[in-house]
């Protein structure tokens, strides 16, 4: 089913951006916030999701679609083919949002949550059509990055995951299926550990906020970018490849390097540490500033990755290619 209108609740960071994306693609969106500044806080993020597509590509974009702001949540989904919850990171209030969402739907409509955690199996628990219920975890700028992860809960169809995978596809995204339902799902519990351990080298002091992101963007970060963790370790085991990489590195996890599951305490002298660092490091930028720089960097990563491979297109920029024939040949199509 080709999805045409869609319904953003929740217009924050992600819910707004939700909502750039699917009216950039040509989608209508209705969207439900009751902060009393949403339409400015989205109308912003809108601004900067219209500059990153002007800068992402060349190929003829869609008509866009209509952004319509209403004053429930009934009002926002009643004809909304694909639904988008973004609530805040609370599971009464998902739950409850759900129920409301669940009573005025259409009975086909896909109903995806932001979560960045929670499980869609307690998220789903209240409501009289669960079945139609996922989580559609994506990574911010989502009007940029293009993935979502897909995590059905105990009470979610197949039918429902392939529907959803073809609506995230149809609006540019790479929806991957998670195989078992966990907490955080797969990217969360990646940056998790990597945010634990970073944590711990700010109190120990052993660097700043601005040399561990240096440390990160000057090394592994780009290489993270094109190539993920197994295919860079693969060629870092040589020409024997991985079984020589675990044969060498494996024996280290044993030392350990990592602090494992310890959590720092977030006291404040903890909080005020790292606030006053990134104040220095990167205070001299408004976030606006910054998050346009990030959306040039991410857009210029991806051009390159979409003439990587000796042209054929590598990672997100591979997919970039193919949305972009996409659009090309939408565009033939309606000529
Ligand atoms: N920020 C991130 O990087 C990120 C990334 C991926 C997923 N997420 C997830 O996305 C969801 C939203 O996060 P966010 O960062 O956009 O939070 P946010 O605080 O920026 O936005 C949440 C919005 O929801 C609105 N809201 C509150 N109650 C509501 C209701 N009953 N109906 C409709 N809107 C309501 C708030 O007014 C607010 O504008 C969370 O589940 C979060 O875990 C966040």
């Known amino acids: 089913?080709?999805?045409?209108?869609?319904?953003?609740?929740?217009g924050g960071v992600i819910g707004g951006a939700w909502a750039a994306r699917f009216v950039l693609n040509g989608l209508d969106c209705k969207i439900f916030d009751p902060h009393p500044e949403a339409e400015r806080i989205v109308g912003e993020v809108m601004a900067n999701a219209e500059r990153a597509f002007e800068m992402l590509t060349d190929a003829p974009k869609p008509k866009r679609?209509?952004?319509t702001f209403v004053d429930s949540i009934e009002e926002a989904v009643e004809h909304a083919d694909l639904i988008q919850e973004s609530v805040p990171e609370r599971l009464e209030l998902k739950q409850k949002v759900h129920m409301q969402i669940d009573a005025s739907a259409p009975e086909m409509a896909l109903i995806g949550s932001s979560t960045s955690g929670l499980l869609p199996t307690d998220i789903q628990v209240k409501m009289m059509n669960p079945d139609r219920l996922f989580v559609a975890h994506p990574y911010n700028p989502v009007y940029l990055l293009p993935l979502v992860e897909i995590?059905?809960?105990?009470?979610?169809?197949?039918?429902?995951i392939s529907r959803a995978h073809e609506a995230y596809e149809q609006i540019g995204m790479k929806p991957i299926t998670i195989r078992k339902e966990i907490d955080a799902f797969v990217g969360d519990r990646l940056l998790e550990a990597v945010w634990r351990e970073a944590l711990w080298l700010i109190k120990d002091d052993v660097c700043t906020t601005e040399e561990l992101d240096n440390i990160m963007r000057y090394s592994f970060g780009m290489r993270w970018a094109q190539m993920g963790l197994f295919e860079t370790y693969r060629i870092a085991g040589g020409e024997a490849g991985m079984r020589h990489f675990i044969e060498q590195f494996g024996p280290t996890m044993s030392l350990p390097w990592t602090k494992l599951m310890n959590v720092p305490e977030l006291d404040d002298a903890l909080i005020d540490k790292i606030a006053d660092q990134s104040d220095a490091q990167s205070g001299?930028?408004?976030i606006r500033e910054l998050e346009q720089i990030r959306d040039e960097n991410l857009v210029g990563i991806m051009h390159v990755l979409a003439k990587g491979h000796g042209g054929k297109g590598w990672g997100s920029g591979k997919l970039l290619k193919e949305y972009e024939e996409r659009l090309k040949s939408q565009a033939a199509n309606d000529a």
């Open 65 to 67: 679609g209509t952004l």
């Open 151 to 160: 995590v059905g809960g105990a009470q979610t169809t197949e039918e429902t």
């Open 284 to 286: 001299m930028h408004s």
């Open 1 to 10: 089913m080709t999805i045409k209108t869609t319904a953003a609740i929740g």
